[in-house]
């Protein structure tokens, strides 16, 4: 079995790639600039006795999409499971926001979903079999306050995972999201030590996220034992958004 997952090179998208090198699949890891990260980390994986690739691509370009599909069925093998994963965030006020901000990161979190899945599909279609996770994020389902154009994307990836899900269905493809809460990865770098104990408080379990916490989610959807749910959108948030 063969996955591929977008930014992989740090946070959750590398605590994914060793749950799956872990479960005995053979892992892409997709990275754009940290190369260093993403060759380490296929070392570590290729311990597990798996095959590991690093592969880079910028993922909201789709001609680097497309090449990097056809490098890893090359190098690895058929895309059995896509983990659309790569992400930025940015804050500020809407009224701040350049048109080269929305582009960014609407090609960055959004397009680039679609880009990946439009690549791996035909394959996944051929064979009636095929999962994709991608990632959301709780501010896709509730909005966030300076982070308009981020909720935004994210409701995207929402809306394009139900759809997705109802039109790949029938051949055999499932289509889920997981909806991460608050996690503690390179993303979370810009908030104080203050920002970080308030949304702790704010949080039922009084505890924040581990990218092993939405690893574990994803790698659940990808298995049989998800074999019954499509279209699906995962919160694993500890109850911060219900
Ligand atoms: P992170 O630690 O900042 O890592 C981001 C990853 O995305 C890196 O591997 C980076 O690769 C990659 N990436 C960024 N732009 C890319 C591009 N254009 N092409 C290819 N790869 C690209 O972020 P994270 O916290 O693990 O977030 C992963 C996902 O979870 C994102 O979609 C994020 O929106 C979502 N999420 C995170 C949180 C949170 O609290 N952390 C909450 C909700 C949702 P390089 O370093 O190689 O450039």
Redesign the pocket.
Known sequence: MCVLI?????????ACARGFAKAGYDVAV?????AE??EALVQELRSCGVRALAVQ????DSAQVRAMVERVKREIGEIEVLVN?????MFGLLTDMTDEDWKRMTD??LS?VFYCCRAVLPAMIRAHHGVIVN????WGEVGASCEAAYSAS?AGVIGLTKALAKEVGPSGVRVNAVS????M????ASFSEADVAALKDETPLETL?S?EDIAGAVLFLASNKARFITGQILSVNGGMVI
Do not use: Q
């Open positions: 977008t930014g992989a090179s740090r946070g959750i998208g590398a997709n990275y754009n600039k940290s990260k993403a691509a910028d993922v909201s994963n790569a992400g930025i965030s960055t979190n680039s990632i959301a994020s709780m994210k991460p809460g608050v996690v990865t390179d993303m979370m996220g990218p």
